[in-house]
């Protein structure tokens, strides 16, 4: 973000003045996480040596956090590097020699390691039966041809229909259902099956695109995803090895951690002459050059020329010439409003607004042995009594309702017998509020109720931890924006991770 007081065209503009003065621009970045680190390093790589991050947790890494758990590494937040050349996070891991070697055959698989590459996934219903192999390939025939219809709206400009609302969810319920409805061959059972199975594809996709459903996700845009070429990668050690070969060329007196941001005065003429009166002892000035990174009080009225001022939640205020904000799209919609002032400019509120994204969690479960047979590598929740639901919305005590699935972690000697499964919305946040052991004792039910099997017993539940220590948020563990479904367009729809 830079003052509105000085475009980075003008020759007043403090970037550029300040290197031809040799004064440099002090630059602020708001988050150490992935982009807030990157930035960083790329403007000590150019020589600006005024720079400050300033993050509101207690340690590095923002929505990347890998967790040893035994001789597993598990990852709360970001898992897969998706896909290869091009890819910054890619290049950084293979130049670092992080990933593992693999042959073109495996790499042509997709996915390396996490999950077996083999296997098979088991379509349980909520009776404890397993849906026939033959019938799970033929409905996901059926779901991933609509796939391709929900991606031609935004690829080929085609008007999104009146009765689809323009949301993904409403649109493939429709043709979907439709399709099995009018199939001669099925019989009724097996109808009601596939309408199930419907509804557990709907949850895994509201999952993969950060929403709470995707009947909030919008048709017109939905085909903007694009994949890089190549596989999904993990790194055995941990995607933390990617924040520490960012940081590893930071100056750790340059990062200051547990120091939230409130405001960001910005546009500070207005601002000016209330602040100076404020300056006698709450205006500090980060002055690291003394290689101090503790911001300091500093009295000095030139500094007041500084085009932006932060204050922290600790009562600081530090003064900057530029600030990079990387906080997640998450943060901006909760606190947009009291972070800047004055506000945002409008076309920028508007994207914040209309830009969807939901929480998304991980749930570990650890076994003394597996259950599941050596060829499952997932087991996949069908309700049968949801087949004709709309939108489902659980209250409260039937959160665990929006499970999708548990993945089996591959390979054991990596992971030991674990099991991962995600959850997204509402629902993600009713599980937030129960403690580990209630988690893992209803997701071992839900799994004994939906294998029917009196045998997994879990002994250890991991729930996701990421949480951003600061009072007035809440606990993002947001993946991706997501574009809003019904009343869009919104501008800048996006789907892309923001890594
Ligand atoms: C469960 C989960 C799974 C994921 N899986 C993948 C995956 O497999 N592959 C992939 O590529 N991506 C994945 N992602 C997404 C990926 O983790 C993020 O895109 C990426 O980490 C975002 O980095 P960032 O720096 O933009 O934001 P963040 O990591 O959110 O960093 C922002 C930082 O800003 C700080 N901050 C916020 N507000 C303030 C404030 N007011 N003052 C000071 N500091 C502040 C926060 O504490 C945080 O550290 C996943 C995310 C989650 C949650």
């Known amino acids: 973000m830079q003052s509105c007081e000085i475009s980075s065209e003008s020759t007043d503009d403090p970037l550029s003045s300040g290197l031809r003065t040799h004064r440099q621009p002090r630059i602020v970045v708001i988050g150490a996480g992935l982009a807030g680190l990157a930035a960083t390093k790329v403007l000590l790589k150019n020589g600006f040596t005024d720079v400050t991050v300033l993050e509101a947790s207690d340690h590095i890494g923002g929505r990347v956090l890998s967790v040893q758990q035994g001789k597993a590494t598990l990852e709360l937040g970001a898992t897969w590097i998706h896909g290869a050349i091009g890819n910054p996070v890619y290049h950084l891991a293979e130049d670092n020699g992080l990933l593992e070697d693999t042959t073109d055959e495996e790499r042509s698989v997709g996915r390396i390691s996490l999950y ?15 849906i026939p192999k033959d019938l799970v390939e033929e409905f996901s025939d059926l779901y991933n041809e609509v796939y391709e219809l929900t991606q031609e709206f935004f690829q080929n400009g085609k008007p999104v229909c ?15 259902r439709k399709r099995i409805t ?4 099925d019989s009724e059972s097996t109808k009601k099956l596939k309408l199930s199975m419907l509804q557990q594809y709907l949850k895994v996709e509201s999952c993969e695109s950060s929403s709470p459903s995707m009947d909030e996700v919008s048709l017109s845009e939905f085909g903007e995803w694009t994949e890089i070429p190549g596989a999904h990668y993990v790194i055995p050690e941990g995607f933390m090895k990617i924040v520490e070969l960012l940081a590893r060329d930071i100056p750790s007196s340059t990062v200051c951690l547990s120091k939230p941001i409130r405001c960001i005065h910005w546009n500070f003429s207005a601002q000016r002459q209330e602040v100076i009166d404020k300056s006698d002892d ?3 000035d980060n002055n690291h050059n003394e290689n101090n990174h503790s911001c300091r009080p500093r009295r000095d009225p030139v500094k007041l020329r500084s085009p932006i001022f932060l204050e922290c939640e600790d009562e600081e205020w530090i003064m900057a010439d530029h600030v990079i904000v990387t906080a997640s799209l998450g943060v901006l919609k909760q606190n947009h409003e009291a972070m800047f002032s004055p506000s945002l400019p409008d076309d920028k509120v508007l994207a914040i607004e209309k830009l969807g994204i939901s929480t998304t969690d991980k749930i570990f479960l650890e076994f003394e042995e597996p259950f599941w047979s050596p060829e499952c590598n997932s087991i996949q929740f069908v309700w049968e009594d949801e087949a004709q639901l709309e939108q489902p919305v659980y209250p409260e005590d039937l959160w665990y309702k929006k499970i999708c699935s548990f993945d089996v972690l591959y390979p ?10 995600w959850i997204c919305g509402q629902e993600a946040l009713y599980m937030e509020r129960c403690d580990d052991e209630t988690v ?22 991991h729930t996701q931890e990421i949480l951003f220590h600061y009072p007035w948020c809440f606990a993002v563990r947001t993946e991706r924006s997501h574009s809003p479904g019904r009343d869009v367009p919104g501008p800048a729809q996006s789907s892309t991770y923001k890594a």
């Open 162 to 176: 009146a009765e689809s609302q323009n949301s993904v969810g409403i649109f493939t319920r429709d043709v979907v």
């Open 282 to 284: 709450t205006i500090r």
């Open 440 to 461: 893992a004792e209803t997701c071992t039910e839900l799994l004994r109720r939906f294998t029917a099997s009196a045998g997994p017993v879990c002994w250890r539940g």
């Open 412 to 421: 054991p000697e990596r992971y030991g017998h674990m099991l991962s499964g």
């Open 182 to 185: 009018v199939d001669p061959d």
């Open 116 to 130: 077996t590459k083999n296997g098979v996934s088991h379509y349980q219903t909520n009776v404890g039966k397993r």
